[in-house]
């Protein structure tokens, strides 16, 4: 019962993470702030929902055995670190093309365009 | 106690077309790029979802290969956009 | 060859993790073994130039990776849950002033690079936008950029992340 409970919560913040995340992919003005929004909101929605899988797979590990179990564990793991790293990489790529791409971000300073030019 | 996984795969299913407005009307292609990878990201956990559901490690499988696919998909769309190639 | 042999051996590894449970030798059957065996040659023979391109093994040193996990369970956890929280009241409220600030690590190799990226696009309002290779230095957007950063041309450490000095963890892990 105990681990029901871990699960609902791992789930629910997971989920609500991934609303704001979507959330602030509708709301926020350019390219560069959306992307804040879905990558830091949507790799920690990923993240918790990985944590919930893991909690229901062990607690059906230590009430039934069986290796299936860990296996599912073990490579949602695998997926985890596997999003975790492409999201961070994938945003750090879209964002230097977007400034290729001739896209000014909004905003109060902006100290980038002094090495575009070489 | 209620099962839990199908309502959150109902939950993403609503987030993935919500997040698709962005991707039609997304004033530049940047922007586009942005929405397909946050598409990317809640389909690889609606797969992983769907795999504790049925109890199928296959499924497991498929969502770490999707990821990493994706990933190249969106550096290679970021390349183009960033007219590198 | 030794670049060869490490990059073959990383594979072989990630493949037994991703097949243990399909038999009976410790977790592993032998047909499993034998073709981890031949996989991991085979990527190993094809990417070590690209992997290990600086012919530099001080990451095979096991003290490392503790490190690196130490690192990712401690700091870098507790600001990726900062920075949720952070971002969820932007999202709401939408108070943004962003920027783009110049910030200089001091980090020379291509993987301590690498994670200081990773590290700094999942930590508190901050993505990194350009990375100057030839000078280390990074280009982060900003969610909220502060009065005093406006005003620096370089911003130091502290402006950036609040808790943690990352980049002193990261220099540890990877010079």
Redesign the interface.
Known sequence: MDTGILILIFLTIGLVACTLGAVGILRFPDVYTRLHAETKLGTFGSICICLGVIAYVLSEYLTDGGTRYLVLGLHTLMAMIALAFTNALGAHAISRAAYRAGIKPEGVVDRLPEVEQK | ?ID?WLP?LV??LT?IL??M??LLWGP????R???L??IN??T??AI??L??AY?E?VL??V??VY??L??VG??Y???V????I | MKSVAATALLAFLVYLLLTAGSGHVLFWSWAEIVAGLVIGLVVGGLSASWFCSSGNMRMAHPFRWLLLAIYSAGPLFVEIIRANVYVSISVITGNIRPGIVKFNPGINTDLGKLLLATSITLTPGTLTVEVDDATGVFYVHMLNVDEKAVSKEMCDTSDIFAFFNLPAWIWRIAE
């Open positions: 106690m839990p959150a939950v993403l987030l919500v997040v407005f962005r530049t292609v940047p922007d790029v942005v929405a990878d946050a990201t809640f690889v956990c992983l979802i795999g504790v109890h490690t497991v499988d969502a770490i990821a990493l994706s990933f969106t550096l769309l970021a390349k956009v960033g007219r590198e």
